[in-house]
């Protein structure tokens, strides 16, 4: 089963600066409609974990 993550950030150039887990899309798509952020994008890679464990 996938993960996906909301990933935002304030500003494009400084990088992602919040990841949030969701368990299914659907979840993800609803988190990222509703983002303030300057910067919002759905991904199933955590980019701010160091070594994601393989399955």
């Known amino acids: 089963m996938s993960k996906y ?3 935002e950030a304030d500003d494009a150039d400084e990088g992602i600066n919040k990841v949030t887990p ?3 899309a659907e979840t ?3 988190a ?3 983002s303030t952020a300057a910067v919002h994008f759905i991904s199933t ?5 160091d070594d994601e464990a393989e399955d």
């Open 5 to 7: 993550y909301l990933c």
């Open 22 to 24: 969701c368990d299914d």
């Open 28 to 30: 993800a798509l609803l």
């Open 32 to 34: 990222a409609n509703s």
């Open 45 to 49: 890679v955590n980019p701010l974990a």
